[in-house]
């Protein structure tokens, strides 16, 4: 099992920054490729970025592309999401995930936070 705990939702200004922190804790954070998704009210969740187990490769939303950034720490078992030039519609409930299986090529959630609220007020 992987436990993953969201931190550092809030309310933020269209054009401010926030970023968001996932811990993890459990199995090998290092070995998991992590992933951020977002579920605005009366959507589905949709995926914003992910960044493979070597922290080598970052994939990003087109929506999101330029605008947030996603890393890791590794040695403080932590995933974040920069986010800038926030926008109204980045309103949503923020979820981090871990893969399914450790070291794989693909990635397949299988570990869930419960979620971080962020709020862009226009």
């Known amino acids: 099992q992987v436990q993953l705990v969201e931190s550092g939702g809030g309310l933020v200004q269209a054009g401010g920054s926030l970023r968001l922190s996932c811990a993890a804790s459990g199995r090998t954070f290092s070995s998991y490729t992590m992933g951020w998704f977002r579920q605005a009210p009366g959507k589905e969740r949709e995926f914003v970025a992910t960044?493979?187990?070597?922290?080598?490769?970052?994939y990003y939303a087109d929506s999101v592309k330029g605008r947030f950034t996603i890393s890791r720490d590794n040695a403080k078992n932590t995933l974040y999401l920069q986010m800038d030039s926030l926008k109204p519609e980045d309103t949503a409930d923020y979820y981090c995930?871990?893969?399914?299986?450790?070291?794989?090529?693909?990635?397949?959630?299988?570990?869930w936070g419960q979620g971080t609220q962020v709020t862009v007020s226009s």
């Open positions: 995930a871990a893969d399914s299986t450790p070291r794989s090529r693909g990635f397949t959630p299988g570990f």
């Open positions: 960044i493979r187990w070597s922290g080598t490769g970052k």
